[in-house]
């Protein structure tokens, strides 16, 4: 398949803007990482149709893990061997690790029926209700709300001990829920290590050999990424770089600025060094 058995999972989503807006040198790194033929797999809390643009406008042809770890998308023919379980998502084959919509969609009615919380799922916004509480233009706010596995909502008038209990309540049933900012995503059964694992088999039977594990990430989303990586690439900015948290995250982790003229190249040559 390839010479390397590398493959670098990047966390996205503060990489490139809901837009398809990438930071400077980065379409550059992704270029550099094609040549050499070292797959990057794309991580983002974001749906299969927002990060579709992108994925044509840079040529993204490796697989990519959607919606938070709830499932892994991969393009047609990119592995000779299929995954035993798959399900259809437009030209991707998917292996679901959450359950489809509308099972958290249900999910979320049944926990807010429940807990007597009120939540507004955005699914139940009109048009412009959405663009005003998204802040998107009307194109990305509709990709925003098409998904195909988790939930995205608010809380209506929350108190901190009415979104402690209702979290509570979730967990009880076995969900997810995170924070999304401005908003919560509740999935039914994803797993950011579930995709991954999934993959590295995928990975393993086409190479013949174990995958090497890199990550990539911004502070927000090493926490989750990083403890399934033998190397991991920590991108600060100035608010995070000293933050003691982070050395807690992984013990082998290398930091480098985000902002820096010569981070990309620095990760560039990260992520292809030799490994043993």
Not at 113 to 135: D, H, K, Y
Not at 152 to 181: H, N, Y
Not at 246 to 252: D, E, F, Y
Request: proline share 7%; hydrophobic share 40%.
């Amino acid at each position: 398949m390839r010479p390397t058995n590398t493959v670098l999972y990047c966390a996205i989503d503060n990489l490139i803007s809901v837009t398809g807006k990438p930071l400077t040198g980065f379409p550059e790194f992704l270029d550099a990482l094609a040549h050499s033929m070292t797959p990057c797999i794309w991580i983002t809390s974001r749906t299969r149709a927002q990060i579709d643009f992108a994925l044509r406008k840079f040529g993204h042809s490796a697989p990519f893990i959607a919606e938070g770890g709830s499932g892994v998308y991969i393009p047609e023919d990119y592995f000779h061997l299929k995954p035993a379980r798959t399900i259809r998502l437009a030209r991707f084959t998917c292996i679901p690790v959450g359950s489809p919509q509308p099972d958290a969609s249900e999910a979320l009615d049944s926990v807010a029926a429940e807990t007597g919380i009120s939540v507004v799922p955005l699914r139940a916004l009109s048009p412009r209700e959405l663009t005003q509480n998204t802040g998107l233009p009307p194109r990305e706010a509709e990709l925003l709300r098409t998904r195909d596995f988790d939930e995205l909502f608010f809380f209506a008038g929350a108190t901190d001990s009415d979104i402690q209990k209702f979290t509570l309540a979730a967990r009880g049933k076995k969900l997810l829920l995170r924070s999304r900012g401005t908003f919560w995503s509740l999935s039914v059964g994803a797993s950011l290590s579930t995709c991954i694992r999934e993959l590295s088999k995928l990975f393993e039977r086409a190479l013949r050999a174990k995958p090497f594990n890199v990550a990539m990430a911004t502070t927000e989303e090493a926490g989750e990424l990083f403890p399934f990586a033998q190397r991991p690439i920590l991108l600060t900015d100035r608010t995070s770089a000293n933050d003691p948290a982070l050395s807690q995250i992984h013990p082998t982790t290398k930091s480098l600025p985000l902002f820096s003229s010569d981070t990309w190249e620095s990760a560039l040559e990260t992520v292809l060094a030799k490994h043993h």
